[in-house]
């Protein structure tokens, strides 16, 4: 079976609850929250709420402090466009 066959199968097949709170044990040392849900290809608050729902709310903690940065980040750029401070020309 060549490296694509097999790449292929790993991107069909969901992560079990077992196998996602692994990874994140793994990478969590080394990685950023969104650099870990960009690898495992879920989105940061689906790995938030599966690791909660695991009884995991420690792995949950990054995830979550991070989907609060991001929307922080976003809800601040959406004003300044909206107040027209931005020049997204730029």
């Not at 692994?22 to 990478?27: P, T």
């Not at 080394?30 to 792995?59: F, H, N, Q, T």
């Amino acid at each position: 079976m060549t490296i694509a066959a097999l790449r292929r199968i790993q991107d069909e097949v969901e992560l079990t609850t077992a196998q996602l709170l692994e990874n994140i044990e793994y990478l969590m040392p080394s990685c950023a929250p969104a650099v870990i849900a960009a690898r495992l290809g879920i989105e940061m608050d689906a790995i938030d709420k599966r690791c909660y729902r695991a009884g995991r709310p420690e792995l949950a903690t990054p995830f979550e402090h991070a989907l609060k940065a991001r929307r922080r980040l976003e809800a601040g750029l959406t004003q300044e466009v909206d107040q027209g401070h931005v020049d997204l020309w730029e």
